[in-house]
């Protein structure tokens, strides 16, 4: 699976932005897919997660920090995952990276496949 995520900039504080990750190569739609953040000297973490369950739905997941603002959703059809964020905030700042695996939903060890990453820049 080759990711490509896009969508990331500079933002003033109670903005938007929607980044968006394309998926090549292999069937998209039973994987995991996460987006995850990671600010200047701290460790990578997830913002947002997507598993897949047998029953061709999905469980959603969200780290408190963005809950109510940040919204993630996946399109089958066109290989592609997003994350809305809304009402942004200075912490948000990180470069943001797609990921996609089998393992675990809520830290970079479960995903194989992983995107260039994004930075997002959030002004005060």
């Known amino acids: 699976v080759q990711l490509q995520a896009s969508g990331g900039g500079l933002v003033q504080a109670g903005g938007s932005l929607r980044l968006s990750c394309a998926a090549s190569?292999?069937?998209?739609?039973?994987?995991?897919m996460g987006w995850f953040r990671q600010a200047p000297g701290k460790e990578r973490e997830v913002v947002a997660a997507?598993?897949?369950?047998?029953?061709?739905?999905?469980?959603?997941y969200y780290t408190d920090s963005v809950k109510g603002r940040f919204t993630i959703s996946r399109d089958n059809t066109k290989n592609t995952m997003y994350l809305q964020m809304n009402s942004l905030k200075p912490e948000d700042t990180a470069v943001y990276y797609c990921?996609?695996?089998?393992?675990?939903?809520?830290?970079?060890?479960?995903?194989?496949?992983w995107g260039q990453g994004t930075k997002i820049t959030v002004s005060s």
């Open positions: 990921a996609a695996g089998l393992g675990s939903l809520y830290y970079p060890s479960g995903y194989d496949y």
């Open positions: 190569g292999r069937p998209f739609s039973t994987y995991n």
């Open positions: 997507l598993k897949w369950s047998a029953s061709n739905t999905y469980y959603t």
